[in-house]
């Protein structure tokens, strides 16, 4: 397989993936809107090396090993599902508090280190350990030269940090901010809702570890 298809194999499923709301996508718009820019933009890069962690990871056998022990796929499904169903009932219980314009930080526990919130919020998606180890798994093989692999690690790292820090600066501007002060708690509400949900349906899924 030479290296354009390799290239658009990879990137024409990772891509449209990247940008279909899910929980790092939820978790972005969130600190953005109740915590600011810089919360925005530190939960981007924070989701951007954990996934850059797992294409990582991928690359250098992750995906062989999870095929080969199903039962540590079907682990790390029930743990991060598990998870994100945790940090949504954070989110519904968490008290209402203005939106702070400023860009600082807000006071809500999950919010105080955004660059931490959203690598866990990557790190325990299992929908992030499906993708890259069926993609890579199909497009890499021992052939394939060491430099496309760190140049395809690159590339995810880039295209997740540079959509994110799109999404992030413009839910979090200040006019953006000022129509949906009034409706920051709703956006917490809702945010831990979509993150109750999409780790219920994970679990309900875990029957089968690379279902989708």
Known sequence: MNTSLILLSVFGIF?????????????????????????????????????????????????????????????VRVLGASYLIYLGIRLLLAKKRAVDLSGRIGRAKSTRNPLLFGFLVTLTNPKAIVLFTSVFATAVTAETPTWLLFLMIALVFASALLWYSIVSLFMSSKPVMRRFEKLSHIVERTAGACFILIGGKLLTDARNPFST
């Open 15 to 75: 891509i449209p993936a990247l940008m279909l709301p899910g929980p790092d996508f939820i978790g972005v718009v969130r600190s953005s809107m109740t915590g600011g820019t810089r919360s925005g933009l530190l939960t981007t890069l924070g989701v951007s090396l954990g996934l850059l962690m797992y294409s990582s990871l991928s690359l250098l056998g992750l995906s062989a090993i999870l095929v080969q022990y199903e039962w540590l796929a079907w682990a």
